[in-house]
């Protein structure tokens, strides 16, 4: 049973350009969230998906950010026109459905690093 | 606003020793509380999960203890080793919401 995969690993790009981070749950898994590690910073969570629907975006920037998660493929996190202030590193984790109580599994993460 | 201290920030002993990490929260009302390792460049792995209805919950030579009322929640490794090295994180599932709000984390070095 796969864990919480993420795509890709590193990705570097200039400012003014667009970056586009996947994330596939567990298998069974379908509830979605997504954080940001700045660096020397915790973690803090950006956005919660469940299948074709945003539940939370409390922690998403107003502008620029935007994420889904499609009856079929991965979720996506998509940053436009990239500022060096969204270098960082991002995490995706799901849970199984009712996942209140339950525990939460987290990717390899993405590091975006913008030039 | 949930808040969430470890303290301390850093923590260097040598192989052997038990240790305690703490982690305080501001705000009694979670649904759980989750301890996370964090390898440099690596993601999180899960180590415990504790619910709110708990006191404590073990795993091999970890025990993780809640005390709700408190707002404290303590790691306890025992006879550590230096593959026991990295960064450990503390996140609370707070109450209403779904999300997990993170310590700023402990970083943990076993000296050989």
């Known amino acids: 049973n796969a864990g919480v995969m993420q795509n890709p690993r590193h990705l570097v790009r200039r400012r003014g350009q667009e970056a586009r981070l996947r994330c596939s749950p567990m298998?069974?898994?379908?509830?979605v969230y997504w954080y940001r590690q700045l660096p020397e910073e915790g973690l803090k969570f950006m956005v919660y998906?469940?299948?074709?629907?945003?539940?939370?975006e409390s922690g998403m920037p107003k502008e620029r950010f935007s994420a889904e998660f499609p009856k079929e493929g991965p979720s996506i996190l998509r940053i436009q026109q990239v500022v060096r202030g969204d270098s960082a590193a991002y995490f995706c984790a799901s849970s199984p459905v009712g996942g209140l109580s339950g525990e939460l599994f987290f990717g390899e993460g993405s590091r975006l690093t913008v030039l | 606003k949930q808040e969430v201290t470890q303290i301390p920030a850093a923590l260097s002993v040598p192989e052997g020793e038990n240790l305690v990490l703490n982690c305080s929260f501001t705000d009694s009302a979670i649904y759980n509380l989750q301890w996370f390792r964090q390898d440099p460049g690596k993601g999180l792995t899960s180590l415990l999960l504790?619910?709110?209805?708990?006191r404590e919950q073990t795993s091999g030579r970890l025990n993780a203890s809640l005390d709700k009322s408190s707002g404290r929640s303590t790691l306890y490794i025992a006879a550590s080793q230096p593959g026991d090295s990295a960064t450990y994180l503390c996140a609370v599932r707070v109450q209403g919401a779904q999300k997990l709000v993170f310590g700023q984390g402990t970083r943990l070095t076993i000296n050989p």
């Open positions: 998906l469940q299948k074709e629907n945003i539940i939370d």
């Open positions: 504790i619910q709110s209805s708990q």
């Open positions: 298998k069974g898994h379908s509830h």
